[in-house]
């Protein structure tokens, strides 16, 4: 990919109450963009916010047109806010980032840089992060069970702060599970990767909106959405319990042959209540592995748009 002045650079960002920090980003972001070789627009995705965030962005636009606003009509979640935001961007590359500042938008020249010696995908890994320890060490966790379910090899510090190549959001384009985390998407499209290393800032303002329910629903949505491994859980699981009580069966009726000479005294009825608990336990886990996948297929099924766009309140967008 060569860098002239036609080509455009495309920068979403997806928000939910951050009027707090969108004065000090837009003005921060212009700073950095007016100084690349080509041009750019910003597009900001509002995913319901109930605060100022869209007038202010509106305010911008009024005064710099390449500022535009996807205003969807409700709270649809962060990852169909970024997707949005891919499905709108006109530029050449498409650059993610988040409301709150903490991702350095100074460094977005080293990405597009990047993407100019031919990178497809450049990603944003955080060297240092302003999180608890608990939340890092979950998240390490979560990404390696990730990566032995799906095959999927997820980076725990990779962020959202990542360049797509148009060649890249023409493929994302086309994925329409509405389950989704935007960065394993991406990933799993296996384009080349190439990663740039950044310390987290402070928010510019605000609080963090993502709950730990919010964390933990997207973490089983990605898992279940990409892979089909936990679905042979199940069958590993028989494996296991056939034989066990296959031996276990055995043994009784040899104890009982040959008149207890293991000295186990125990009734039949005490191994008949442990191997039934034992089966009723592996039930119940299958019953909510697959209804785990029939909640996903019934999603699928409704074919209900992943979002919808307030086209009355975008600005400049289209």
Do not use: C
């Not at 296996?190 to 730990?212: D, K, V």
């Not at 997207?218 to 296991?240: E, F, Q, R």
């Not at 040959?258 to 209540?273: F, M």
């Not at 336990?281 to 209804?291: T, Y």
């Amino acid at each position: 990919m060569s860098v002239s002045d036609k080509s455009v650079l495309s920068v979403v960002i997806p928000m939910y109450n951050e009027a707090a920090s969108l004065p000090k980003l837009i003005d921060s972001l212009r700073t950095v963009l007016v100084e690349l070789k080509m041009d750019y627009e910003i597009i900001f995705v509002d995913d319901g916010s109930t605060d100022r965030s869209v007038h202010i962005v509106t305010e911008f636009h009024k005064n710099d047109h390449r500022v535009k606003l996807v205003k969807l009509t409700r709270n649809f979640g962060k990852e169909i806010a970024t997707t949005a935001g891919i499905h709108a961007a006109n530029g050449d590359a498409i650059l993610t980032l988040d409301a709150d500042g903490q991702m350095p938008v100074e460094l977005i020249p080293r990405f597009v840089e990047e993407w100019e010696r031919g990178a497809m995908v450049v990603v944003g890994t955080r060297s240092k992060r302003r999180t608890s320890l608990a939340k890092r060490i979950s998240s390490k966790i979560f990404y390696r069970l990730f990566r032995i379910a799906t095959g999927v090899v997820l980076d725990p510090d990779a962020s959202d702060f990542r360049l797509i190549d148009k060649q890249v959001q023409n493929e994302f384009n086309q994925m329409n599970e509405r389950n989704r985390i935007t960065r394993g998407l991406i990933d799993w499209l296996g384009y080349e990767r190439r990663y740039i290393s950044y310390e987290e800032n402070g928010r510019l303002g605000g609080r963090a909106t993502y709950t730990p329910r919010k964390l933990i629903k997207l973490a089983v949505d990605s898992m279940v959405s990409l892979s089909i491994s936990p679905l042979y859980l199940t069958a590993y699981l028989g494996v296991v319990v056939l034989p066990l009580a296959t031996l276990l069966g055995l043994g009784m009726v040899i104890d009982w042959l040959l008149s207890d000479p293991l000295h186990l005294h125990a009734t039949g009825s005490a191994y008949l209540n442990v191997l039934v608990l034992w089966l009723v336990g592996v039930l119940l886990l299958s019953q909510g592995i697959i209804g785990l996948y029939l909640s996903h297929i019934h999603t699928e099924a409704q074919n209900r748009p992943l979002y919808v766009v307030d086209e009355a309140n975008s600005k400049g967008w289209s």
